[in-house]
Nanobody, 129 residues
Framework: QVQLVESGGGLVQAGDSLRLSCAASGRTFSTYIMGWFRQAPGKEREFVAA????????FYLDSVKGRFTISRDNAKNTVYLQMNSLKPEDTAVYYC??????????????????????WGQGTQVTVSS
């Protein structure tokens, strides 16, 4: 079973940038649709961004559009989330996941976290004002 390991989180000030990484084990990374989700204290895990297998197609949560960019390097089995102009409301634990074969949400529409799986341990992002 594939394992995902997130990294790159930290404590930053509003307006700063961070780049998160999610490294996958195994040899089938290029066959996965990948997503980033986040969970703030006391809230449900919410979708942030997703990227298709070859990296050509992406979509985002409305509140991060223009600030966050998802990308992937299939040669390195890694998906990234570049986060610019961070805001305090971006504070959360960030997780990457693999879109599951049973996922039915139309591409481009906000998926529930149940559409994804094989979650990593998460990486904490804290943005101070």
């Amino acid at each position: 079973q594939v394992q995902l390991v997130e990294s790159g989180g930290g404590l930053v000030q509003a307006g700063d940038s961070l780049r998160l990484s999610c490294a996958a084990s195994g040899r089938t990374f290029s066959t996965y649709i990948m997503g980033w989700f986040r969970q703030a204290p006391g809230k449900e895990r919410e979708f942030v961004a997703a990227i298709n297998r070859n990296g050509v197609s992406t979509f985002y949560l409305d509140s991060v559009k223009g600030r966050f960019t998802i990308s992937r390097d299939n040669a390195k089995n890694t998906v990234y989330l570049q986060m610019n102009s961070l805001k305090p409301e971006d504070t959360a634990v960030y997780y990457c996941g693999i879109r599951q074969p049973y996922a039915a949400t139309v591409w481009g529409r906000t998926p529930p976290d149940t559409d994804f799986g094989s979650w990593g341990q998460g990486t904490q992002v804290t943005v101070s004002s």
